[in-house]
């Protein structure tokens, strides 16, 4: 029934019934960008600037790599996100000690318990990309584990003079406390990569794993809700940004647990938007029910796919 519609339709998200859902990208630099794609940029992942590097990149490097993608956005949201250092993604010039278990080391925002010069600098850079763009800049800092985290990443990018601050859900504590954490920042990024990882205790690159990783694990989907009913009770946006939000079924049922904004790679964005043009908000909530009700991610799969 996906194929009724053509792929390429353009506009903003909506469900059947007009119920607005952001649509918006996930982009590693400039390059990225398709301009008519998606309303604007949800996670700009800021690593490439570091990788591969000996040192750190300089402040003006930085805003000119920002200022790249804020100057082709007037008036649109983009999301930049800071630094995510360690595990997976390790960083020389860092010379983070060595750990046995990097992947629950100092990672994220995390790192900036080291060296917290090198977020005061991209911070830096980044407000001072925004002064000189139109376009809304918001920020986001991966790998927050408590309010107090977030309460102080918030501190730092305000003084700064950033007015749209957030924080990434990717630690079940966090998830658990979204409501504590919305009281600190004005909006939440769900990585559904990350929080999967960290809920089901799976090495979300150990391919032996797949099934415990599947954004379809019910699990996975209670704490996504917990965050999606913070953001209802506070009034504040709360997305995904992880690759939960590229699957067009899941996408629905994602707007049905409380999710206003997806964030995804290009290709990715047509069939989101026709899958939420097929079915109302009602729709995507009873959907979004029966798959919290799963036993498991075939059986939650199977409670969506089968209600067409
Ligand atoms: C995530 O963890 O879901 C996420 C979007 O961040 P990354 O994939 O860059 O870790
Ligand atoms: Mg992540």
Redesign the pocket.
């Known amino acids: 029934a996906l194929r009724d519609r053509p792929a390429t339709e353009q506009g903003p998200g909506r469900t059947a019934d007009g119920h607005p859902v952001t649509l918006l990208l ?1 982009i590693g630099s400039a390059r990225d960008l398709r301009p008519g794609t998606a309303e604007g940029v949800g ?1 700009f ?1 800021t690593e490439f600037l570091f990788l591969d590097r000996r040192d750190a990149p300089t402040y003006e490097e930085q805003v000119a790599a920002y200022t790249a993608v804020l100057q082709a956005l007037p008036g649109r949201r983009v999301v930049i996100r800071t630094l ?1 250092a360690g595990s997976d993604k390790p960083l020389p010039f860092l010379r983070l000690p060595g750990e046995s278990n990097p992947a629950l080391g100092v990672r994220g925002l995390r790192t900036s318990r080291i060296h917290p010069e090198v977020l005061d600098t991209q911070l830096d850079a980044i407000a001072e990309a925004a002064r000189a763009s139109a376009a809304e800049t918001w920020v986001m800092a ?1 790998m927050v584990s408590t309010a107090d985290e977030a309460a102080g990443f918030a501190r730092r990018a305000r003084e700064r003079g950033l007015r749209h601050v957030g924080v ?1 859900i ?1 630690v079940p504590a966090a998830a658990l406390h979204a409501r504590r954490l919305l009281a600190e920042v004005d909006f939440l990024s769900v ?5 999967g990882q960290y809920a089901f205790a799976a090495d979300r690159q150990h391919g032996e794993l797949a099934d415990l990783l599947d954004p379809w694990q019910p699990g996975l989907l209670r704490l996504i809700a917990m965050c999606g009913e913070a953001g209802r009770e506070a009034g504040k946006p709360v997305g995904v ?3 939960a939000a590229a699957d067009p079924l899941l996408a629905t049922v994602l707007v049905g647990l409380g999710i206003g904004s997806l964030s995804m790679a290009a290709p990715s964005v047509p069939a989101v938007r026709e899958a939420l043009g097929r079915h109302s908000l009602d729709e995507c909530e009873a959907g979004a029910r029966r798959a919290l009700e799963a036993e498991n991610p075939a059986e939650a799969r199977a409670a969506i796919s089968g209600r067409r």
């Open positions: 996930n996670l992942r995510d991966p990434m990717e990585g559904t990569n990350d929080l940004c992880g690759e």
